[in-house]
């Protein structure tokens, strides 16, 4: 039974999308990802959360972008020219993310992944679903689906338009 768990931990492999936003780098799984795209205008929605910049028309559909440095609870910083947005899908609709710079695809073993300490950044915990420890960095691993409320998903949602 033992070797069972050591044979299926050794072998699984992450594969995941790095990406900045201010001193840290984080890493969402690659399969969440539909696209990663720069930062185009986005319409304002009045009365949307803070953290909901507003709309954009990606393609023939309306989707929400949100600023995951406002979301995360970070000092808003000014788009520049390294500035993307990571398309995701959350509940069957698409959202895109505002990262400050996306950084690389890699291919991470499982095993160089460890549960988050309880103060592992300047991000709220309950967002982090691990840490990689790579021979010269850190990487903390964002659950896409806790970054937001069941709640606050279905407002964002109701923005989205197919």
């Given at each position: 039974m033992a070797s069972e768990v050591k044979t299926g931990s050794l072998s699984e492999e992450l594969q995941l999308v790095s990406f900045?936003?201010?001193?840290?780098?984080?890493?969402?799984?690659i399969l969440n990802i539909q696209g990663i795209n720069r930062m185009v205008e986005v319409t304002k929605i009045?009365?949307?959360?803070?953290?909901?910049?507003?709309?954009?028309n990606l393609r023939g559909t309306v989707i929400p972008i949100i600023d995951l440095r406002k979301r995360l609870g970070l000092p808003r910083k000014e788009y520049d020219?390294?500035?993307?947005?990571?398309?995701?899908?959350?509940?069957?609709?698409?959202?895109?993310?505002?990262?400050?710079?996306?950084?690389?695809v890699l291919r991470i073993n499982k095993n160089l992944t460890e549960e988050p300490p309880h103060m592992v950044s300047s991000v709220d915990s309950e967002f982090i679903t691990a840490v990689g420890k790579l021979s010269d960095r850190l990487l903390i691993l964002l659950d896409i689906e806790k970054i937001l409320t069941h709640k606050e998903k279905e407002e964002l949602l109701n923005m989205s338009v197919n």
């Open positions: 900045h936003i201010g001193e840290e780098e984080y890493a969402v799984d009045p009365n949307s959360p803070d953290y909901v910049e507003g709309i954009i020219k390294d500035t993307r947005f990571i398309v995701v899908e959350i509940m069957h609709k698409v959202i895109g993310f505002i990262v400050d710079n996306v950084h690389e």
